[in-house]
């Protein structure tokens, strides 16, 4: 069955910093992959959407890698502030591009001032 | 202002009975999606809807029902049937099902004792 892996371990970092999180999966081949944002208590956020085809994209602070090969994706926040602090959620397309996404556990990172 | 909404934000209600999640969309999206949040988990695929009436069944659809007779709206039912229904449900649509992002809304927290 398919399997997508985050850190489940908090990620604490100093402001200014750039955080990495990580999002492994097995046995699959997605079409595209997905993060999001989550605060505690409410709807996830779509920040970034990354095809099969497509080694990096950027949006602001965030940049996300997608290597099929090492079926990995890295999601960096660079010059991280307290702001950024949330729970951050890959999401992989199981479905060839009819968007039935499966969700990781997620990240939850933390930046101290 | 355009969005998903979903109500109520808490639910309580006891074992045995039947509970209708609310969940609607002014944003115009052909495809909805109900997930299903437990603590340390990722989102689990309940049932979407790529159009009106018209549903499939996600990966944990067990114990739960849908509707789709509007554009707009797409209610789930929790029934006596779910042996564990205690959990953030969340509803989500984009605007079709392909390569898009998934809109999300606040989420509905039932709790059944």
Redesign the interface.
């Known amino acids: 069955s398919q399997k997508i892996e985050q850190n489940s371990e908090a990620l604490n970092i100093q402001e200014g910093k750039t955080a990495t999180l990580t999002c492994n999966y097995t046995n699959y081949s997605p079409a595209y992959l997905q993060w999001y944002r989550q605060d505690p208590g409410r709807g996830p956020v779509f920040l970034l959407l990354i095809r099969e085809n497509e080694k990096e994209k950027r949006k602001e602070r965030l940049k996300v890698t997608f290597d099929t090969t090492l079926k990995q994706s890295l999601f960096h926040i660079t010059a991280s502030q307290p702001a950024d602090s949330a729970t951050y959620l890959c999401a992989l397309d199981v479905s060839g591009g009819y968007n039935k996404l499966i969700f990781g556990a997620g990240t939850r990172l933390a930046v101290h001032p | 202002d355009g969005g998903?909404t979903q109500s109520p934000k808490y639910l309580f209600r006891k074992e045995g009975q039947n509970v209708t999640l609310s969940c609607e969309q002014n944003l115009n999206h052909d495809?909805m999606y109900w997930?299903r949040q437990d603590p340390?988990?990722?989102?689990?695929?309940i049932y979407?809807s790529?159009i009106v009436n018209d549903f499939q069944k996600?990966d944990i659809a067990e114990g739960y029902s849908v509707s789709r007779e509007k554009k707009e709206s797409f209610p789930l039912t929790v029934t006596s049937a779910q042996k564990n229904p205690t959990a953030f449900y969340?509803c989500?649509s984009?605007i079709?099902?392909?390569?898009?992002?998934?809109?999300?809304?606040?989420?509905t927290?039932l709790t059944v004792t």
């Not at chain 2, 340390?40 to 695929?45: E, F, H, I, K, V």
């Open positions: 998903i495809a997930y340390g988990q990722g989102l689990r695929l979407y790529q996600g969340l989500a984009s079709q099902t392909g390569t898009y992002e998934q809109y999300f809304g606040p989420g927290r």
